[in-house]
């Protein structure tokens, strides 16, 4: 068996508006987990959507598959964003920082 699981993702760069208390707290949960501010908002995100019964349900519906994207999405010029194999670590949180305005989501 492999010691290593590699999880093919694509990421993309959004930004989006926070409360500068929101943003300090994005980077002290980041210190404290130490993680990367990006993936406590991605993780965060992916937690109360998963929690949310009644947005579950909503994901079913044919409106959700009809919503007009609202998110800022920061696409590289002429090209599409590149899949990158990301090694899942071991604990489940990776090292790093970066800004809470700069925020990588990912898409299927």
Do not use: W
């Amino acid at each position: 068996m492999p010691l290593l699981e590699v999880v093919q993702t694509r990421h993309i760069n959004a930004y989006i508006r926070l409360l500068d208390t929101t943003a300090t707290q994005v980077d002290q949960y980041a210190a404290f987990i130490k993680a990367s501010a990006d993936d406590v908002v991605e993780q965060a995100l992916a937690y109360v959507f998963s929690k949310d019964r009644d947005f579950q349900e909503f994901l079913k519906s044919d409106e959700a598959q009809r919503i007009t994207p609202t998110l800022r999405v920061r696409r590289a010029q002429g090209t599409d964003p590149v899949e990158r194999p990301r090694k899942k670590p071991a604990n489940g949180a990776a090292n790093g920082s970066t800004s809470a305005a700069s925020v990588a989501g990912s898409r299927a």
